[in-house]
């Protein structure tokens, strides 16, 4: 690890900006070397910066928008790696239980919601991940917002071919359960709702998320009557 790496993994954001000013002094011919050898270095593991601002669990957001915004890769820093186990920032977010770095990586980086069914060499994804360390707000993020949703619970991996269900804890299993998981696919149907027409009027967006939660609480009355 790096020096710069401590001061990620710490949020230290006086020392960071210290570290950038510092390569700013430096002939301008000199400074995107600099700089990428400063903000996308690697350890021997392949861990880069942005993986180390997914370490702890504490807030990403501050130390994420610094890397995209001084490493000279931009927004691709977000999903750069070459560790052999296919891990990417994504996956660290994912160990680490750390929401606001799953948030910040999908709304910026270039790959988007698809990282969050992204597999590694294992066939696990960062759904597995989470399950398997019992990180359910971090889980219940990824079942909200990626493409596949709650499709990701039977996906199985390459080696144990264990789904997410499998990985889970009872404890885990215990909070995602039948009302959870309906709340869940609620929430989707708000937030594809809301992707589709989030360039309407205010007050046409506002009707159709009402109807929407209309339909659904519907739903929901429907099935409790027939338990």
């Known amino acids: 690890s790096t ?48 993986s180390w601002s997914c370490k702890g669990g504490k807030d990403s957001t501050s130390v994420m928008q610094f890397l995209v915004e001084h490493s000279p890769s931009g927004i691709r820093t977000l999903e750069a790696s070459d560790r ?32 969050l069914q992204r597999e590694i060499v294992s066939g696990a994804t960062p759904a597995h991940i989470a399950a398997h360390l019992n ?4 889980l219940e993020f990824i079942l909200i917002h990626a493409p596949l949703g709650l499709g990701l619970l039977d996906i199985r991996t390459k080696i144990f071919s264990d789904t997410v269900w499998d990985m889970m804890s009872q404890k885990t299993r215990d909070y995602f359960n039948e009302q959870k998981l309906y709340e869940i696919m609620f929430r989707r149907e708000l937030q ?5 027409y989030s360039s309407f009027e205010t007050n046409s967006l506002i009707v ?17 009557k027939l338990v």
């Open 135 to 138: 990180h359910t707000k971090t």
């Open 192 to 196: 594809t709702v809301y992707n589709n």
């Open 3 to 50: 020096p710069v790496m401590w001061m990620i993994f710490e949020r230290n954001m006086e020392m960071l900006q210290w570290s950038l000013e510092l390569i700013r002094r430096q002939p301008i011919e000199r400074q995107q070397d600099l700089l990428k050898r400063t903000f996308e270095a690697h350890t021997r593991d392949g861990e880069t910066c942005v």
């Open 208 to 224: 159709l998320m009402f109807e929407v939660i209309v339909q659904e609480t519907e739903k929901l009355m429907f099935l409790r």
């Open 84 to 115: 052999e186990n296919g891990y990417l920032p994504i996956h660290d977010a994912a160990q680490y239980g750390n929401v606001s770095a799953l948030k910040f990586i999908v709304d910026h980086a270039p790959s988007g919601v698809e990282l």
